[in-house]
């Protein structure tokens, strides 16, 4: 009779298991999926995107001088003068500095080019104008 009383407990026992199990996997599986469905929608671009930025962007390793070690030169490519500023996350930075270095504000006319100094490799750099999708770029 022992035997027979403990096997019924533990069958009791491992239902009990069973179903807080599956409790436990449909509270991680039903959010997941929620997040698939709205990545999808974020996926698509908005009808309303803000177009690029007409620049186009080089960079080049300095040898020497204090510009260095490499410059991004931004050329406007439209014919309209862009006021644009950016910001310089730095790949390599002091503790006690920031650790972002913003460039003022500048206006590049058309055709001309707006040269970035001091950059060093891997640092990113946003070129943000008003009008304007961001402009991402990193440093080889």
């Given at each position: 009779m022992i035997i027979s009383n403990t096997s019924s407990i533990r069958s009791v026992l491992r239902r009990t298991a069973l179903i807080v199990l599956g409790c436990a996997c449909s509270l991680v599986i039903v959010p997941i999926s929620a997040l698939k469905a709205t990545d999808t929608a974020a996926a698509q671009p908005p009808a309303d995107k803000a177009p690029s930025l007409p620049l186009t962007?080089?960079?080049?390793k300095v040898t020497s001088g204090e510009n260095g070690p490499y410059l991004l030169k931004?050329?406007?490519?439209?014919?309209?003068?862009?006021?644009?500023?950016?910001k310089v996350l730095l790949s390599v930075a002091f503790h006690?500095?920031?650790k972002a270095r913003n460039v003022p504000e500048h206006?590049?006319?058309?055709?001309?080019?707006w040269t970035i100094p001091g950059?060093?490799?891997a640092d990113r750099v946003t070129i943000t104008a008003e009008g304007?999708?961001?402009?991402?770029?990193?440093?080889p």
């Open positions: 962007a080089t960079f080049e931004l050329k406007n490519d439209s014919k309209d003068a862009i006021k644009a500023s950016a006690a500095d920031s206006v590049i006319d058309a055709g001309q080019v950059l060093a490799a304007f999708a961001p402009l991402d770029l990193t440093v």
